[in-house]
């Protein structure tokens, strides 16, 4: 036990119960990609953890990059613009896509790098969550392949983060409402 656990209201997914759910995600997702020479794009940094046992679950020939993005600042919702602060480093020309993200909440991240990349040139892009949050959509946006639906809860942990911090949690919790300031 470590002393960020204190910080945890609830735990939604368990270090075992997410493990499961990506096994089942990846091989899916091998039925569907096999033979399509796929790049999986991750989105730095929450997706980094889920990317790393991701592609892992999904043991296709393919190959891997990362792009980062900033909208939200230390802040807890989105502000809706999002700008690019480190590209992917190869053309995508007539590549079939992948993006990996940890949440799909607003869909102002995924719905600008979607646009992004069709322009640059992809032949396909699917979207990859783990997790799913639809009832705070902005825009019209949907993941091929989604983990779990989540409540509209603050959640951490594995990727995912409250200013910075409880990235490194192995399993998904939600913030007590007074480390965020909401009580
Ligand atoms: C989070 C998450 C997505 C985005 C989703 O990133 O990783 O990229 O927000 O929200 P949206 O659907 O409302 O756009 P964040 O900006 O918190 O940065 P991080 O990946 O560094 O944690």
Do not use: W
Not at 80 to 107: K, Y
Not at 122 to 150: E, N
Request: charged share 20%; net charge negative.
């Amino acid at each position: 036990m470590g002393t960020m656990d204190q910080d945890i209201l609830k735990v939604l997914y368990t270090e075992k119960q997410i493990a499961a759910r990506i096994e089942a995600m990846g091989a899916e997702m091998y039925r569907d990609l096999e033979g399509k020479d796929p790049l999986f794009i991750s989105v730095l940094r929450g997706a980094f953890i889920f990317m790393a046992d991701i592609v892992r679950a999904c043991p296709v020939k393919s190959d891997v990059e990362f792009i980062a993005v900033s909208s939200y600042g230390n802040a807890t919702s989105s502000s809706g613009a999002v700008q690019i602060t480190h590209d992917i480093q190869q053309d995508i020309t007539g590549r079939n896509l992948v993006v990996i993200e940890d949440i799909l909440d607003s869909g102002n991240t995924l719905y600008f790098l979607k646009q992004y990349f069709l322009t640059k040139g992809a032949a396909s892009v699917a979207v990859c969550t783990l997790l799913d949050k639809p009832s705070r959509r902005a825009k019209a946006i949907t993941a091929d392949y989604v983990g779990f639906q989540v409540p509209d809860e603050f959640v951490v942990g594995y990727g995912l983060d409250y200013c910075q911090k409880y990235r490194n949690l192995p399993y998904i919790g939600v913030l007590k409402p007074e480390v965020y300031g909401g009580a």
